[in-house]
């Protein structure tokens, strides 16, 4: 760690040389003020400096997200009012206020569901396109309207900061430091240091001082003067939704000073339940940490409050992947709420079934189909309405037709869906569970697809756009179908239209560049595989493919490149070591060449082609006698009749050259 002396003329300059410093200091009015005081110098010598608290506490999960865009927004309005249309979902997750100004382009079923009709929860890393949304917001406001003026962000409580927050800054330095010319400054508390560093090790290189300042907690606001200011600002709030989102943070902070906790309980459960929905379940779970314990203390006879936080808390944990902390939860506390409950209870198994059945590793199919029963029981037990019993059991056999499916029993989970569109075809309104049925008719198209039936997939797929015709996954997994049987330029419209719905997703910029590749559009391919490999730089598949695509048009350094950053992901891919081995080869490097034949044939003994090739290497390097082995190696691999011939005819020609070559040697030694 640099001493804060060493740093000091630094921290005064417009353009220091660090990308990221991190200051370890006690949080408070002393840490601020210095902060403050450093931006002032900064801005002195001609840097924008934005000063953002990034406290998860004080700020909710976009803590300093919020901030920076509140202080650019106006700007950007004026100057590309085109780019807040372009990025108006991104920006309305960040800033929710602009929910009263801005809207939302091509909201998809999942987004317009009603509460009791959300049978879809999206994916976890699908709240991260929103963050990259914005960071290609920011680029491509800042790159045209401000390229070269330095920005300093300070992110005062970095270590404090939400899931989403983190993940911004550190992708934002990353992505475009560099380039827009933006450095973070960063306060964490003493001892901090090392594990902010971490977390932002892949923005670059990060300096860290230690500044010795007095600790200064703020003041505790007295419990009357909190409990006047909290009342005034609910009944400012209202019903109004965007509101209570904004100043969730401020309520549960002054309710916490007022000794209120019943209701720090109940705006707790609201952030939980806000940002499950959301899909932002790491933050949402920070919410809710605790919560299933303050409900029993403060609310133990709201039964419905307590479950509602535990089937929220389990989504979530379901969400991250992590079936230990939701199956624990729903022992520890599902079970129990849901006893004199069946209605409940349909839910609680039906989760438990998913635990076994889906995210379970390995897959406990049995156990998940004897909870789909045990649910299935529960709704004719629970009274339920009659179109609430329909719907609830064909939710429940798309359950089963999942498992169906895992078995190998792809006609039985296809009647299991078909049946269940039909029944509720028949007995629920066109207007109702619209989201449900389009997610039947996808996964019909899903079984077909990994079946190998091409062409019942694509109508599948078809019929559910039409049904959903906003959501961007249903758009990339149809490209996909459509470019495995080369039908590239539907590929590529679908492909476009994928990108168009949504924030930006490294898999369908991949597959983007594979459907480019295969056009003999070579340009297009490194552009999309770059977008790609912009959003998730280690990804395999499109490092190979821009490496593919180097290679065609001649650019040896570039492919070598790539297939190196393949390699380093996944060393046993022994395609791109051999196809780096030609690489080398063309590039005069035949010693390197050499020893990436040599691995390939460790990983794939059994491919005549790469023995033709390291036969070449070996002729190259004038080892006549190796590259005859290799060919004869080849022989021995039974290839097609044309390459037969050829491979004889090129052992033949070594054969030949190793005689002279051994009679040369021969000679030389008799005249010496």
């Known amino acids: 760690m640099s001493t804060l002396p060493s740093l000091m003329n630094e921290l005064r300059a417009a ?19 210095w902060l403050a005081d450093r931006l002032q110098e900064m801005s002195l010598s001609g840097a924008r400096t934005f000063n953002v608290c990034c406290d998860f506490d004080l700020g909710g999960p976009w803590a300093g997200v919020s901030a920076l865009f509140s202080g650019l927004i106006a700007e950007i309005q004026a100057q590309r009012p085109d780019l807040i249309d372009l990025h108006a979902l991104e920006l309305v997750y960040a800033l929710p206020p602009l929910r009263r100004c801005v809207t939302v382009r091509n909201p998809n079923l999942t987004d317009m569901a009603p509460a009791s009709e959300r049978t879809r929860n999206y994916a976890a890393d699908r709240a991260f396109r929103t963050i990259h949304g914005l960071i290609d917001l920011l680029d491509s406001w800042k790159s045209v309207h401000c390229p070269e003026a330095p920005w300093v962000i300070a992110s005062d409580g970095f270590d404090a900061a939400g899931a989403m927050s983190s993940v911004f800054f550190k992708e934002l330095l990353r992505r475009r430091g560099e380039r827009l010319n933006i450095r973070l400054l960063a306060t964490v508390a003493p001892g901090n240091g090392d594990a902010a560093r971490t977390v932002l090790s892949t923005a670059g290189p990060a300096e860290a001082i230690s500044v010795d300042l007095p600790a200064d907690p703020p003041a505790a606001i007295e419990a009357p003067a909190a409990a006047r200011l909290a009342s005034e600002l609910e009944e400012r709030i209202g019903n109004d939704r965007v509101e209570l989102q904004t100043h969730l943070s401020d309520l549960i902070r002054l309710w916490g ?45 709201d039964e419905e409050l307590r479950w509602t936080i535990v089937l929220k808390m389990l989504m979530s944990h379901i969400g991250l992947s992590d079936v230990k902390s939701a199956m624990t939860l729903a022992d520890e506390e599902g079970l129990k709420l849901v006893e004199h409950h069946p209605e409940w209870r349909v839910s609680l198994f039906y989760l438990i079934a998913m635990f076994h059945a889906r995210f379970l590793k390995p897959r406990d199919l049995a156990k998940g189909e004897e909870y789909l029963e045990l649910a299935q029981t529960a709704i004719e037990q629970a009274g339920l309405p009659e179109e609430e019993r329909h719907f609830f059991s064909v939710f429940n ?19 299991l869906c078909r049946s269940g569109i039909a029944r509720l ?47 961007s996954e249903y758009y990339n997994e149809r490209g996909s179908l459509y470019l495995n049987l080369g039908r590239l330029e539907e590929a590529l419209s679908d492909y476009v239209r994928a990108i168009e719905l949504s924030p930006p997703y490294f898999e369908v910029f991949t597959n983007l560049g594979q459907c480019y590749r295969r056009m003999g559009a070579m340009t297009d391919a490194i552009e999309s595989y770059s977008r790609a490999l912009d959003l998730e ?33 996944d060393p046993k891919q022994w395609e791109a070591v051999a196809s780096r081995g030609v690489m080398y080869y063309e590039a005069g490097e035949l010693e390197a060449s050499l020893a990436d034949f040599n691995r390939a044939i460790e990983l794939k003994h059994d491919q005549a082609d790469l023995y033709q090739n390291r036969a070449t290497v070996l002729t190259g390097l004038g080892r006549y006698e190796d590259a005859a082995r290799n060919l004869q190696s080849a022989l021995l691999l039974q290839p097609g009749e044309d390459d037969r011939l050829e491979i004889q005819a090129r052992l033949e020609s070594a054969l030949l050259a190793s005689t002279a070559a051994m009679t040369a040697e021969h000679a030389r030694s008799l005249t010496v």
């Open 15 to 33: 353009e220091p040389s660090w990308q990221v410093l991190i200051v370890e200091a006690a949080a408070g009015a002393p840490r601020r003020r």
């Open 537 to 569: 730089p280690h990804h395999v598949l499109a490092l190979v493919g821009r490496a593919k695509s180097h290679e065609e048009m001649g650019q040896i350094r570039e492919a070598i490149a790539d297939y190196t950053a393949a390699l380093a992901q």
């Open 257 to 301: 000073a007022a000794g209120r906790p019943d209701k720090v309980l109940r705006y707790r459960t609201i952030g939980l339940t806000t940002y499950n929905t959301l899909g932002l379940y790491e933050d949402a779970l920070r919410y809710g940490k605790g919560l299933p314990a303050l409900a029993a203390q403060y609310a133990p006879d």
């Open 397 to 415: 056999r798309n359950g089963l037709a999942m498992i169906r499916n895992f078995q190998g029993r792809h006609q039985e989970a296809i009647e």
């Open 425 to 471: 075809n028949e007995h629920l309104a066109a207007d109702q569970h619209r989201l449900h049925r389009s997610i039947l008719v996808y996964n019909i198209a899903q079984v077909y697809a990994a079946t190998g039936k091409p062409a019942e997939a694509l109508e599948y797929y078809s019929a559910t756009i039409a049904m959903d015709p906003n959501y």
